[in-house]
C-alpha cells in the first residue's frame, strides 16, 4: 500500500533551517576563519520594495519618499499585518522613520485579486489588513522628513496568524531592504500660463494616480506614481459653468499646453474624438486609454507624458524638436477621461504605461489655496459646485518643489 508523503510542518522546516547553521566555520586559504552568517530567521510573510525611491522636496516644505512594498503570504493560514516600520537602515539605530497600526495599514494594503475578509467600515475598497494563504498585496508608503534624506530602508512587519502554531502566532519580521535612489529629479517649467489651476489627484496619497498599478508585460509597474491632472477653476470657484455635457463649458477646456523642458517627441496621437464629460468611456483599448497624447524625451533617462488633449491639437509628431514653453497642444477630454483636462507625468522610459513614474519638481508657482480635499473637488467636477477651499492657506511663490495634492496654483509666462 502507498503511504503518501508528510508535508513538512513549520516546526520541521524550523529545525531543519537551525541544523543547517550548527556547523562550524570554514577556513579560507590563508587559515582564517570566514565568520558565520547569523541563523537564517522564518518569515512567514516575505516582501521587497518593487521600485526604489527617490527623495525630492514637496510644496508642503517637507522632503518626501513614494514607494511600495510588495508582501506576500507564506503562510496556510490567512495573516493578519498588524503594523509596520519603515526604519532608517543607513545609520546606527535604525531609527523609525514611519510607523502604522494596524488601522493604518488597513488603508494601504492592497491584496492582489479580492481581499479575504470583508473592509472595516472607513476603509477603501479592494483594501485589507488581511493576506489570504499564498495571497500577495502591494503597501502604498508615503515617508515625510527633513534634512539629509535615508540612505537605505528596511521595514519592519508585525504579523499575527491565529491559525498557526503557538510559536508562530505573533511574530515580527525586518525584511524589503532598499537602497534610496540619489539620482536626480528633472526641475521642469510650468505645462500651463494663468491661474486657478488645480493640481487634482496628486502626490503623495491620491489613490487614482499614486495606486494605479497595471501588471504589464508580467511584471507590475506604477507609470502614474507622481502624476497630476490639472484642472482649472473661475473666480467664482466653479470648474465649469453651462452644461455639464460640454466639454466646453470646462474653465480649462482650450487652455494651450506647454513644453516643460527642451526635448524630442518619441510618440504623439492626434486622431481620438472628444469623450462626453461625466462619465469615463466604456470598453476602451488600453492603447486609447491617455487619448491623444505626446511623450517627450527631455534627457538623462526622462520622459514625460501629456495626455488628454484636443483632437487635431496635437502640433508635434515623433522625431520633432522642442523647446521649452512651446505649445505643444490644447486641454481636451479624449481618452479615459471624465472631464476636460491635462494629465502629466514624468516617467523612466519612453512608453506612458509600460514606464515606472518618477518624481519632478516645478521650477516656479505660486501657491493661491488648497481645495478641501478629494471630495470637495469631485463634487465640483460633478455637480459644477463652487470648490470647498481649505482654511488657513498662505499665499506662497515657490520654487523646485512638486506641487501636491489639491494645491491651487497660479503659473507665470517666463
Not at 25 to 51: I, K
Not at 102 to 123: I, N
Not at 208 to 229: E, F, K, M, N, S
Amino acid at each position: 500500500m502507498h503511504t503518501p508523503r508528510r508535508p513538512f510542518a513549520v516546526l520541521g522546516v524550523c529545525a531543519a533551517l537551525v541544523l543547517s547553521a550548527c556547523g562550524g566555520g570554514e577556513e579560507n586559504g590563508d587559515g582564517t576563519a570566514v565568520p558565520v552568517p547569523p541563523d537564517p530567521v522564518l518569515t512567514p510573510v516575505v516582501g521587497s520594495v518593487m521600485f526604489a525611491p527617490t527623495p525630492f522636496a514637496g510644496s508642503d516644505g517637507a522632503d518626501h519618499l513614494v514607494y511600495e512594498v510588495s508582501l506576500t503570504n507564506f503562510m496556510r493560514t490567512p495573516v493578519t499585518i498588524t503594523g509596520v516600520k519603515a526604519l532608517d537602515a543607513g545609520v546606527d539605530g535604525t531609527p523609525e522613520l514611519l510607523g502604522l497600526d494596524q488601522a493604518d495599514v488597513g488603508e494601504r494594503l492592497k491584496p492582489t485579486g479580492a481581499p479575504s475578509v470583508p473592509p472595516r467600515p472607513g476603509v477603501p475598497e479592494g483594501y485589507s489588513d488581511v493576506l489570504a494563504p499564498g495571497q500577495n498585496g502591494v503597501l502604498f508608503l508615503h515617508l515625510k522628513f527633513e534634512g539629509a534624506a535615508p540612505t537605505k530602508l528596511v521595514h519592519e512587519i508585525s504579523v499575527r496568524a491565529d491559525g498557526a502554531p503557538p510559536e508562530m502566532r505573533e511574530t515580527t519580521e525586518r525584511i524589503a531592504e532598499v537602497e534610496v535612489n540619489d539620482g536626480v529629479v528633472p526641475v521642469l517649467g510650468p505645462p500651463l500660463i494663468g491661474e486657478h489651476y488645480i493640481a487634482a489627484d496628486a502626490c503623495c496619497d491620491a489613490v487614482r494616480h499614486t495606486r494605479a498599478i497595471l501588471p504589464l508585460d508580467g511584471a507590475p509597474v506604477v507609470a502614474q506614481r507622481y502624476a497630476v491632472d490639472w484642472e482649472q477653476a473661475g473666480p467664482d470657484g466653479k470648474i465649469f459653468v453651462g452644461e455639464a455635457r460640454n466639454p466646453a463649458s470646462y474653465r480649462i477646456f482650450g487652455d494651450d499646453v506647454l513644453a516643460v523642458a527642451d526635448g524630442s517627441v518619441v510618440a504623439s496621437r492626434n486622431d481620438l474624438p472628444e469623450q462626453v464629460p461625466g462619465e469615463f468611456p466604456a470598453n476602451l483599448p488600453i492603447a486609447e486609454a491617455d487619448g491623444n497624447n505626446l511623450v517627450l524625451d527631455i534627457g538623462d533617462g526622462f520622459f514625460v507624458n501629456y495626455a488628454h488633449m484636443q483632437p487635431g491639437s496635437v502640433r508635434f509628431e515623433p522625431g520633432d524638436r522642442v523647446r521649452r514653453g512651446e505649445v505643444i497642444g490644447k486641454v481636451g477630454n479624449t481618452g479615459n477621461s471624465v472631464a476636460p483636462h491635462l494629465h502629466v507625468h514624468v516617467m523612466n522610459g519612453p512608453s506612458f504605461l509600460m514606464s515606472q513614474g518618477v518624481p519632478s519638481v516645478t521650477d516656479l508657482f505660486t501657491i493661491t489655496g488648497r481645495v478641501a480635499g478629494t471630495a470637495a473637488f469631485d463634487a465640483s467636477e460633478g455637480t459644477g459646485v463652487p470648490l470647498e477651499m481649505a482654511p488657513g492657506v498662505t499665499v506662497s511663490t515657490q520654487q523646485d518643489r512638486m506641487i501636491l495634492d489639491q494645491n491651487v496654483v497660479t503659473f507665470r509666462a517666463g
